[in-house]
């Protein structure tokens, strides 16, 4: 089975530009999630959805963080103008509905904002 | 104050001791406790993860929680040199969100 799909890997941009990460979930995961890893910070929540509707954004740290899921195998991540405060690495995971069900993530998109 | 706390190492051990990972937590209403493991570059993915208080083993790996005192920990028995990551402890909260510690980074040298 294919895990979850990030693009790009990695992304180096200067700073002001706009930048977009991709993410494609398991087949038949109805949740979706965007994290942030960062040395200071860990592992934080931005935002997930259930059914593509976003449910909890309030992890998103500014209005130039914004999220989308038009369908059921594909969402993005966009951060318009982008900051060197952005440098992180972000995650994209998935799981299935229903009880405990545990979230599998991607490889992740290393982004460096000079 | 965190809703959970742990410590980043790094923890270097020799191949074949037995480790010790820890977290503590100060909410009392998170539900499920998890531990992931994370290798260089990869993201992380479940190991184990359990519900209630007590013990919960599978193969080397040993997972406790003691709601009570709130603290999780994670034993890994004959740690192997590719045991090598860092390890995550992770818990739920009632809105389904998960609340993830600092992760301890793990060396096991052979």
């Known amino acids: 089975d294919a895990g979850v799909i990030q693009s790009p890997r990695h992304e180096v941009t200067e700073m002001g530009q706009e930048v977009t990460l991709r993410c494609k979930p398991i087949?038949?995961?109805?949740?979706l999630f965007w994290y942030r890893q960062t040395m200071m910070r860990g592992l934080e929540l931005l935002i997930y959805?259930?059914?593509?509707?976003?449910?909890?954004d309030s992890g998103m740290p500014e209005d130039r963080f914004s999220a989308k899921m038009p369908n059921a195998s594909f969402s993005t991540l966009k951060i318009q103008p982008s900051e060197p405060r952005d440098s992180a690495v972000y995650f994209c995971a998935s799981s299935r509905p229903g009880g405990y069900q545990p979230q599998h993530f991607g490889d992740g998109t290393r982004l460096s904002i000079l | 104050q965190k809703e959970v706390e742990q410590d980043p190492g790094p923890l270097s051990v020799p191949e074949g001791a037995i480790v010790s990972l820890n977290c503590t937590y100060s909410n009392s209403a998170f539900q499920y406790f998890m531990w992931y493991r994370q290798y260089s570059r990869k993201g992380p993915e479940l190991l184990m993860y359990?519900?209630?208080?007590g013990n919960k083993e599978d193969g080397r790996f040993t997972a406790q929680v003691d709601k009570s005192s709130k603290y999780i920990s994670l034993f890994i028995r004959d740690s192997q040199p590719s045991d090598s990551a860092t390890y995550l402890c992770?818990?739920?909260?009632?809105?389904?969100?998960?609340?993830f510690g600092q992760g301890t980074e793990l060396s096991v040298k052979p």
């Open positions: 959805f259930n059914n593509n509707v976003p449910i909890d």
């Open positions: 992770a818990l739920e909260n009632q809105g389904g969100k998960l609340i």
């Open positions: 087949s038949g995961h109805d949740y």
């Open positions: 359990t519900y209630s208080s």
